[in-house]
């Protein structure tokens, strides 16, 4: 059975950092696509970022510049970095693995709260 599960969110001032991580557990960890993706209130789950297996990455471009996701295959874990947080990166982040970006299993969330 997979599991993943998310930590580190949390409230933050504009302008601040917070880094999210995801422990996985019961998946072939080092062969699966690895991301983050988030959902505001009202909104659609939207991709923020994802690594291949071979360590590609992509970054929505409302994010780019300013996070870092990256993976640890030794550990099964996913990071997220995220650095000068605004008011529009609150949303609840979810954390996601599967052989595509589709498809495949999802963590509970973590809520991610930045204030003015």
């Known amino acids: 059975q997979v599991q993943l599960v998310e930590s580190g969110g949390g409230l933050v001032q504009a302008g601040g950092s917070l880094t999210l991580s995801c422990a996985a557990s019961?998946?072939?960890?080092?062969?699966?696509?690895l991301a983050w993706y988030r959902q505001g209130s009202g909104d659609l789950r939207d991709l923020v970022a994802g690594?291949?297996?071979?360590?590609?990455?992509h970054y929505a471009d409302s994010v780019k510049g300013r996070f870092t996701i990256s993976r640890d295959d030794a550990k099964n874990t996913v990071i997220l970095e995220m650095n000068s947080l605004k008011p529009e990166d609150t949303a609840v982040y979810y954390c996601?693995?599967?052989?595509?970006?589709?498809?495949?299993?999802w963590g509970q969330g973590t809520q991610v709260t930045v204030s003015l």
């Open positions: 996601y693995a599967g052989p595509t970006y589709v498809s495949g299993s």
């Open positions: 690594i291949t297996s071979g360590g590609n990455t």
């Open positions: 019961g998946i072939a960890f080092s062969r699966n696509v």
